[in-house]
């Protein structure tokens, strides 16, 4: 046979272990290059230990909160180190779990870096081996930006979601920079567990993207619970003194810390991946360039995930893998598809949406009927909580499709899941009024808003 493997791909995360696993039990030979731990960021410093963190964050409230239920909870402690032991001891586990799925399915693992020597030859750095492939998949993923900006000094005292995972101390006060989902999300994991959280963003309001009415509801959140958001700011510098962080604003202000967290955007790995040794062509923040169904400039090389700075998101990375691996071998192009991708923040409460925001509607030039309601859900009628839910459907108001469904309350993202189907199909206004609430639960609003809000244009 002229190539060692039919498939080679190099980085084992969510989409490169999907990849991987669909090919080989395709009966293709299949080789995987991992030079960390399986699972990638998702599993090891992503999105799993963070969702386990923001369950810790949320006792805190839960504790309160029972009071209003008749139910004396003695003085509370928490202890960091035991959440982070036992959150390594799981992450550990999936580890397990995803090598173990990797090897059944018939893939052959090589726990080592791989790097490009030419467009169907990879050098695996550890064992010195070199092996050649039909196809190469570069599912390299991505990594927290590590810069304060060109000139600003300090970053070298800072940290990233990376160590925010593994501190050894549990920082009393964290400043954190940014106003995306890993600012919003940490600052309330650390506010929920006891530090005091400060948010510097640059920009006029957080989470640019999300829908206008659903930013301002978390914003007022925060204030309101006690996370100190502040906005149009940026760091001058960063200086350690003694035990502390000293933040330094471009509005004069010094906020002392013991930690500082950047979180101002990932960036794609592709730094001494050798891709011009095979020709492949990168953007200007690093990422493989792919078409739609995730191919490179180079007709054997295919890019998926994080790396190619589409949506960088965990089942977006596993849908490019099933596409890819459909083209592939099924004789089947399949494109993927970004519209209706369901995402959500996990702030306290959370922000979850799918379709269209209001905004984009109208720029996409729909007229549209907007659903609104603001209400108190009913757990927090006795637990004395200042939240109030809010749910928002955008309609078009010429063909009444549900273009968009946002929430921002506890449970959004589990609900909007849901509802994510029912908007990827298409549903209609008159599909949601004709579904007989569930009752009594927050989700039944989305069927239950009869009356528009406004019209616009
Ligand atoms: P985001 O792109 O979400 O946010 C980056 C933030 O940093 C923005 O607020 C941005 O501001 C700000 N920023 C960028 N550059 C600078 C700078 N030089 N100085 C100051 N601020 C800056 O990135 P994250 O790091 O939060 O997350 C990366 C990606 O990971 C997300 O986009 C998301 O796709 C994924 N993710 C998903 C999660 C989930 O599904 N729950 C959780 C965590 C991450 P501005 O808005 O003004 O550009």
Known sequence: MKYDFDLFVIGGGSGGVRASRMAA???????????????GTCVIRGCIPKKLFVYAAQFGEDFEDAAGFGWTVPERQFDWNTLVANKNK??????????????????????ERAEFLDAHTLHLTKSGRKVTAEHVLVATGGSPVRTLGPGVAGAEHCITSNEA????????????AGGGYIAVEFAHIFHGLGSDVTLLYRGEKILRGFDDDLRDCLTASMHRIGIRLVLHRNIRRVDKK????????????????????????????????????AGVQ???????????????NVPHIYAIGDVTDRLQLTPVAIYEAMCLTATLWDATPTPVDYANVPTAVFSRPEIAAVGL?????????????VYQSTFRPLKHTLSGRDHRARFKLVVDSTTQ????????????AEIVQVAAVAVKMGARKSDFDATVALHPTAAEELVTMRTKSYSKP
């Open 25 to 39: 039990l395709r009966g293709k030979r299949v080789g995987i290059a991992e030079e960390y731990g399986f699972g």
């Open 90 to 111: 799981e992450i550990a586990r999936l580890e397990d779990i995803y090598r173990e799925n990797v090897l059944k399915a018939g893939a052959e693992i090589f726990m």
């Open 165 to 176: 995972f593994y501190l050894r101390e549990f920082p009393r006060r964290i400043v954190i």
């Open 242 to 277: 003694g035990g502390s962080l000293f933040v330094d604003t471009d509005h004069g202000e010094m906020i002392e810390a013991d930690q500082v967290m950047l979180a101002v955007g990932r960036a794609p790995n592709t730094k001494g991946l050798g891709l011009e040794k």
């Open 282 to 296: 990168t953007g200007a923040k690093g990422e493989v360039k792919v078409d739609r169904l995730s191919r490179t």
């Open 357 to 369: 925001t209001e905004a984009r509607a109208l720029e996409a030039g729909h007229a549209i009927d």
């Open 401 to 412: 499709r549900v273009l968009g469904c946002h929430v921002f309350g506890f449970d959004a």
